[in-house]
């Protein structure tokens, strides 16, 4: 069986999306699935709670094998893991984790045979993402072969094409929501009137939902006008070169939008270097530790921060009521909450955000 399944998984590789993927907003498919706001509800409740011990007894640790893009700056990735692990700990569930971190970047390749790998492994939970149709087309694989149970992060809006076979759990924080948060900021502080710039990620899901929907918003609410956008490396370096670009050629902006914590930094190391600083706003996206400091610092001007460790526990209890035969009390999308944080935020707001943001994955310093 083990071959087979093997065999299955390597030579799937004609498939293909017909149609580019198609995902439903987080609202729409409450909407459409009214009986999921209950569920979601009383889960997001189980969340914000101590945990509470598994009387379940297991046969075998359970096999959990992860492939995060968690080779950038951005510490999203490792809290996850640091928060799931711990509160799985807490729960009283034996497991097995496999965890390996990739570039955000990296080849469709290298993330097949590490997906192949899992499926040796015989994961009892695949923990992986979704940002490109390369990614769709490993996942569809993984639904289409139904021996391991897919966790997908940092994904809140379901995809259409697999309503049939869904993954067992979306979960993470939805970006449609944070970006508008930040467009709503933007347009109080510059009056609705200006230029500004945007730094996307590289061409995919994040651009698309972080990016696009930030640009909707402002344009049809707003006078504000985007003079020039750059898809990146999905790096600091790329978001540093874009940035140069954009206030080499449009001196007037008043803030350059940044879709992620890399991006934010590079773009802050553009303002630095043009002497802008308190010319030119930007924002991180994410509130990790290093916009955090950035913050504090008076240069970064405003994050959307998740509770970041919420997504991790989310993993932990969605895995304790599979394994007690309760899967049916799991949503499927977990999204966890925000805060806008501003470099007006006090020490003991910040505080009490981080208490809560990073109680399994442990609190950032309080100074830069």
Same mark, same amino acid.
């Given at each position: 069986?083990?071959?087979?399944?093997?065999?299955?998984?390597?030579?799937?590789?004609?498939?293909?999306?017909?149609?580019?993927?198609?995902?439903?907003?987080?609202?729409?498919?409450?909407?459409?699935?009214?009986?999921?706001?209950?569920?979601?509800?009383?889960?997001?409740?189980?969340?914000?709670?101590?945990?509470?011990?598994?009387?379940?007894?297991?046969?075998?640790?359970?096999?959990?094998?992860?492939?995060?893009?968690?080779?950038?700056?951005?510490?999203?990735?490792?809290?996850?893991?640091?928060?799931? =692990?711990?509160?799985?700990?807490?729960?009283?569930?034996?497991?097995?984790?496999? =965890?390996?971190?990739?570039?955000?970047?990296?080849?469709?390749?290298?993330?097949?045979?590490?997906?192949?790998?899992?499926?040796?492994?015989?994961?009892?939970?695949?923990?992986?993402?979704?940002?490109?149709?390369?990614?769709?087309?490993?996942?569809?694989?993984?639904?289409?072969?139904?021996?391991?149970?897919?966790?997908?992060?940092?994904?809140?809006?379901?995809?259409?094409?697999?309503?049939?076979?869904?993954?067992?759990?979306?979960?993470?924080?939805?970006?449609?929501?944070?970006?508008? =948060?930040?467009?709503?900021?933007?347009?109080?502080?510059?009056?609705?009137?200006?230029?500004?710039?945007?730094?996307?990620?590289?061409?995919?899901?994040?651009?698309?939902?972080?990016?696009?929907?930030?640009?909707?918003?402002?344009?049809?609410?707003?006078?504000?006008?985007?003079?020039?956008?750059?898809? =990146?490396?999905?790096?600091?370096?790329?978001?540093?070169?874009?940035?140069?670009?954009?206030?080499?050629?449009?001196?007037?902006?008043?803030?350059?939008?940044?879709?992620?914590?890399?991006?934010?930094?590079?773009?802050?190391?553009?303002?630095?270097?043009?002497?802008?600083?308190?010319?030119?706003?930007?924002?991180?996206?994410?509130?990790?530790?290093?916009?955090?400091?950035?913050?504090?610092?008076?240069?970064?001007?405003?994050?959307?921060?998740?509770?970041?460790?919420?997504?991790?526990?989310?993993?932990?209890?969605?895995?304790?009521?599979?394994?007690?035969?309760?899967?049916?009390?799991?949503?499927?999308?977990?999204?966890?909450?925000?805060?806008?944080?501003?470099?007006?935020?006090?020490?003991?707001?910040?505080?009490?955000?981080?208490?809560?943001?990073?109680?399994?994955?442990?609190?950032?310093?309080?100074?830069?």
């Amino acid at each position: 069986m083990k071959s087979i399944l093997c065999s299955f998984f390597l030579i799937y590789s004609s498939f293909l999306l017909a149609n580019p993927i198609t995902f439903t907003p987080l609202s729409a498919y409450l909407q459409q699935h009214p009986e999921q706001r209950f569920i979601s509800q009383k889960f997001a409740s189980v969340v914000t709670s101590p945990g509470q011990k598994s009387q379940i007894a297991q046969s075998r640790p359970l096999r959990i094998f992860v492939v995060y893009p968690g080779k950038q700056i951005s510490d999203y990735w490792r809290r996850s893991i640091a928060s799931f =692990t711990a509160r799985l700990d807490e729960l009283n569930i034996q497991y097995e984790i496999k =965890t390996h971190y990739t570039r955000p970047s990296m080849a469709q390749e290298q993330q097949e045979r590490l997906l192949n790998k899992a499926t040796r492994y015989r994961a009892d939970y695949i923990i992986f993402t979704l940002d490109t149709i390369k990614h769709s087309e490993l996942i569809s694989r993984i639904l289409k072969v139904g021996m391991s149970k897919l966790i997908l992060q940092n994904i809140t809006t379901p995809v259409l094409q697999w309503q049939d076979t869904p993954p067992f759990l979306y979960v993470g924080f939805d970006h449609v929501k944070g970006s508008q =948060t930040l467009s709503h900021y933007f347009k109080e502080k510059t009056h609705k009137q200006g230029e500004y710039g945007v730094v996307l990620w590289s061409p995919g899901v994040i651009s698309e939902t972080r990016g696009q929907s930030f640009i909707d918003d402002i344009e049809h609410s707003s006078s504000l006008k985007m003079v020039q956008s750059y898809y =990146t490396q999905a790096s600091r370096q790329s978001a540093y070169r874009s940035a140069m670009n954009i206030l080499k050629q449009n001196p007037k902006v008043k803030f350059i939008y940044a879709c992620a914590t890399d991006l934010a930094l590079g773009v802050l190391d553009a303002i630095r270097e043009k002497g802008l600083t308190h010319q030119v706003m930007v924002n991180g996206w994410g509130g990790g530790e290093k916009e955090l400091a950035a913050l504090q610092q008076g240069e970064l001007d405003v994050t959307i921060m998740r509770m970041n460790d919420d997504n991790g526990v989310a993993m932990a209890e969605a895995i304790k009521l599979d394994l007690a035969g309760k899967s049916a009390m799991v949503p499927q999308v977990y999204s966890g909450d925000f805060a806008l944080v501003t470099k007006e935020t006090s020490q003991k707001e910040l505080a009490h955000l981080k208490a809560i943001a990073f109680r399994y994955s442990g609190l950032p310093s309080s100074t830069p």
